[in-house]
């Protein structure tokens, strides 16, 4: 109720300052979403090569090859 349809709005600034003290600028992370600004703010690279998950489920013609890799 309180955040509506974004339940996560604005928590994308403040995670990747958790991330960063848990983690080596060096590390890897994935983020399970759509959030990719969250690479951004925490200053580290995807574990996948992904950092978007949309198309994954898009009806589009490389749908079959991304579910692939």
């Not at 574990?47 to 949309?54: H, Q």
Request: hydrophobic content about 35%; aromatic content about 16%.
């Amino acid at each position: 109720m309180i955040y509506g349809a974004n339940p996560f709005f604005g928590s994308c600034s403040r995670l990747p300052s958790t991330w960063q003290a848990h983690t080596n600028p060096t590390d890897t992370i994935a983020v399970l979403g759509s959030e990719p600004e969250i690479y951004f703010y925490s200053h580290r690279i995807s574990a996948t090569g992904y950092i978007y998950t949309y198309p994954l489920m898009e009806p589009q013609r490389y749908a079959v090859q991304m579910h692939m890799k």
